[in-house]
């Protein structure tokens, strides 16, 4: 059974900085992609961040130069640090990996962190 499990989130004002952190746990044979998707309420999921295994960072618009996506591939964790936040940035922040097994690549979520951006 394979797991993402998210850490970080919370509330913050305006202008602030928030780190979200990922590991995957369980049985696999490797990790593909691994980032970060958000959801605010009435909109659909989007892509925030997402870094291959071999490191090629992949960011939305909205956060270019404010967000930073990194990845420790030997620990399976993947880390998103949120600078200069804005309320439009408000959203639950779900963690997403590619996960390789039986010669298949199988999609897996993270149970979601709500991140608040307001004064």
């Known amino acids: 059974q394979v797991q993402l499990v998210e850490s970080g989130g919370g509330s913050v004002q305006p202008g602030g900085s928030l780190r979200l952190s990922c590991a995957a746990s369980g049985r696999f044979v490797s990790i593909n992609a691994m980032g970060w998707y958000r959801q605010a309420p009435g909109k659909e999921r989007e892509l925030v961040a997402d870094m291959s295994s071999g490191g090629y960072a992949n960011y939305a618009d909205s956060v270019k130069g404010r967000f930073t996506i990194s990845r420790d591939n030997a620990k399976n964790t993947v880390d998103l640090q949120m600078n200069s936040l804005k309320p439009e940035d408000a959203a639950v922040y779900y963690c997403?990996?590619?996960?390789?097994?039986?010669?298949?690549?199988?999609?897996?979520w993270g149970q979601g962190t709500q991140v608040t951006v307001s004064s």
């Open positions: 997403h990996a590619g996960i390789e097994n039986a010669g298949l690549e199988f999609s897996y």
